[in-house]
């Protein structure tokens, strides 16, 4: 069996506006100066704890925890009021439908939460393509392997026949963890070099170039 898993935000979809919005709200209740886009950006893809901690250093488990909460909520809240946009990157859908109808088995793992991700996936019209779904809920946050690990379990697939497709460094350390391939992809959050450097086996530039690689 053949299973390419896959990151969401940033690999994808584009969700970087929702995100950096909730994380300005979040910083800004707790009264402390939102960290620049730019920095929230390069967050995306670890668990919100994590997340938090990167662009807090000097904060404790409790107010990441806490912190994290009043994001969820932001976010929840902007996805009730139609504001947040999480459109598949153009190809994309295309790419993941001719990997499917090639034999392959998708799947994804995320830093978003289980109601997050289904809200993402069910909007683009794209749920029934995966058959694991492994979240920030029910895992330690990339790039700690279990979740990539989680998902060649229930897909019932061998390390030596998946790749992990991302974004971010993050994700390429995950993979070298799960010994699984790394591919990265060059429109996201974090730049080539980085996910060259962490263990991407290449970085691709387009779906289209990313299906015509996994097909060779």
């Known amino acids: ?34 960290p620049s886009r730019g920095a929230i950006r390069r967050a995306v893809g670890l668990s919100l704890p994590q997340a938090i901690r990167q662009l807090l250093p000097a904060s404790d488990a409790e ?33 993941l439908r001719a990997l499917q109808a090639q034999g392959w088995t998708l799947g994804v793992a995320t830093g978003m939460s289980d109601r997050g991700l289904s809200f993402c996936l069910a909007a683009n019209g794209i749920t029934d393509l995966f058959v694991t779904l492994q979240t920030a809920d029910r895992h330690p946050s990339k790039p700690n392997p279990a979740m990539l690990q989680h998902a060649l379990f229930e897909a019932g697939a061998d390390a030596t026949q998946a790749v992990m497709i991302g974004d971010t460094a993050y994700d390429m350390q995950m993979a070298a963890s799960a010994h699984v391939r790394g591919i990265g992809v060059d429109w996201g959050y974090h730049h080539p070099r980085e996910l060259i450097a962490a263990g991407a086996e290449v970085v691709v530039e387009s779906p289209a170039q990313l299906l015509e690689h996994l097909l060779r």
């Not at 053949?2 to 929702?18: E, R, S, Y």
């Not at 925890?65 to 994309?92: C, D, I, N, W």
């Open 1 to 34: 069996m053949k299973l390419a898993v896959f990151d969401c935000d940033g690999t994808l979809v584009d969700g970087q506006a929702p995100i950096c919005e909730a994380m300005e709200v979040t910083f800004e209740a707790f009264a402390l100066t939102p």
């Open 63 to 95: 107010q990441q925890q806490a912190m994290a909460e009043v994001y969820k909520q932001s976010f929840r809240t902007a996805r009730e009021q139609g504001r947040v946009a999480q459109p598949l990157f153009p190809g994309v859908g295309d790419t």
